[in-house]
């Protein structure tokens, strides 16, 4: 038997990606064997994100630093996929000539010929994207598969087209796989021992809608019939978020109570400049329900600063729901022009510094927010799954509650995998401290 090549691929962004490269591995395993060693791999592969300039200017950079390597390895392989290479196609070639390879988020598929293609000397370029795309199913298991938590895309792509996003552009319009093939997966990752599955998709909550097959809820409800013990989803728009989802946080146990929500402005006219199709008043009244039906939800969410024309005004809005809805945790960002998309063509672009001053303030202000959230849960004893050892502190293990707060927690035996209850005893602005009850 000829011994396996090795394979290293470096993920950006956000956990599409991390997925997609899950499924390179599982495409191209057991001829490639994952290495955490670059100088180790036969194959390289950079998965990369376009979401904002700064992500894209990495993958040059990064490039750059194995160009050395493969003058060094004449048969090393080096591929760039994702977004930027669905963004730049056979410019990726001409910019960087040491590139073999540029393949999209559904052309990486194809990677076993395409492989071919480039052992055999081709520079290779693969970037179409279908409509009618079919997201195969992979149950594959690999050995950098994680043992205990999974991702499965139930969705790719996105119709909405928010005036500030590359992703339709380079993600194409949205695609739902059927719900035999996604529970065939989830099924297939119970039977492998996962605990902990989260559903992913640009826009889950517009799961089916376009197929006119089973919506978003029902999926769930399917999906948690296969025994799983804990379910998640990411990402939601609050235009797609309904009352029968909203109640499947009460009715389906193993669904956690935490909701990632992206509101990307306070401002009801910047929601309309971002083409985003809700106001201020409908998303804090969608929350003030979720609120009702289950009040122990945590939420989370994303936010831009600094889009064309943003006023002092309409960032005190922002400021000001941050203050309503009362986040346990946000994600902020400074507004960053795309290609393609329409909002890069407003005037009243801002400039940097105003765009930092914001961000900052946000950060700031929502400190003290996650803080007073966590202290809610002092004295309380709660249910946790433990990822392991913790990165802050090697003496102490960490774990995600349902409501996703990072707990850390001492313990002299390896609880990694094990769902375990905690008793909180401090609370800080991004995570948690407790003690570990014994069972009995
Ligand atoms: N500039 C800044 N942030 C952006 N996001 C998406 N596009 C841009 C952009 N052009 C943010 C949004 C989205 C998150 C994944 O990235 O907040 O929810
Ligand atoms: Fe981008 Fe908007 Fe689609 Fe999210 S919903 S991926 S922000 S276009």
Redesign the pocket.
């Known amino acids: 038997m000829t011994p396996s090549k090795r394979i290293h691929i470096i993920t950006f962004g956000?956990q599409m990606n991390e997925h997609d490269s899950q499924r390179i591995f599982q495409l191209l395993y057991p001829a490639y064997e994952p290495t955490d060693n670059p100088a180790d791999a036969d194959l390289i592969l950079l998965n990369t994100c376009s979401?904002?300039e700064k992500a894209e200017n990495k993958v040059y950079s990064m490039a750059g630093r194995f160009r050395k390597l493969k003058e060094q390895k004449k048969d090393l392989i080096l591929g760039i996929g994702g977004c930027v290479a669905q963004q730049e196609g056979e410019r990726l070639l001409q910019k960087l000539p040491y590139v073999d390879l540029v393949f999209g988020p559904q052309t990486l598929y194809n990677l076993p010929s395409l492989l071919q293609e480039a052992e055999k000397g081709h520079r290779v370029c693969r970037t179409e994207l279908r409509q009618d795309f079919h997201i195969p199913t992979l149950t594959t298991h690999t050995p950098n598969a994680h043992p205990f938590q999974r991702f499965i895309t139930i969705m790719q792509g996105c119709d909405n087209f928010c005036s500030?996003?590359v992703v339709p552009y380079v993600r194409g319009r949205e695609i739902s796989r059927p719900m035999e093939d996604i529970l065939a997966e989830v099924k297939e990752a119970v039977r492998q021992g996962v605990k902990e599955v989260t559903l992913l998709g640009q826009n889950v909550n517009s799961y089916g809608k376009k197929e006119g097959r089973s919506n978003f809820a029902q999926l769930l409800r399917a999906v948690a019939d296969c025994g799983v013990e804990r379910l998640r989803f990411m990402t939601s728009h609050p235009k797609d978020l309904t009352e029968e989802l909203m109640r499947c946080f009460v009715e389906i146990h193993c669904l956690c109570e935490h909701l990632h929500l992206?509101v990307?402005s306070g401002s009801t006219r910047i929601l309309k400049a971002m083409n985003r199709r809700y106001t201020r008043e409908e998303y804090i009244g969608k929350v003030h329900r979720l609120r009702e039906l289950c009040p122990e939800i945590s939420l989370t969410t994303?936010?831009?600063v600094g889009f064309p024309s943003e006023t002092e005004e309409d960032f005190q809005e922002t400021l000001s729901l941050l203050q309503e809805v009362q986040y346990e945790q946000l994600f902020v960002?400074?507004?960053?022009p795309?290609p393609f998309t329409t909002a890069a063509r407003l005037p009243h672009q801002l400039p940097l510094e105003l765009k930092t001053a914001r961000l900052t303030q946000i950060v700031e202000m929502q400190h003290e927010i996650s803080r007073k959230r966590h202290e809610r849960l002092l004295g309380k004893t709660v249910e946790v799954l433990v990822d392991g050892v913790s990165s802050k502190d090697i003496s102490e293990m960490a774990g995600r509650t349902r409501g996703n707060h990072v707990v850390n927690f001492k313990t002299a035996d390896d609880l990694t995998g094990q769902t375990i209850n905690i008793t909180i005893t401090e609370a800080f602005c991004h995570s948690l401290r407790g003690e570990l009850q014994i069972k009995g």
């Open positions: 956000c979401i904002r500030y996003c992206p990307q994303d936010l831009i960002f400074n507004y960053s795309r």
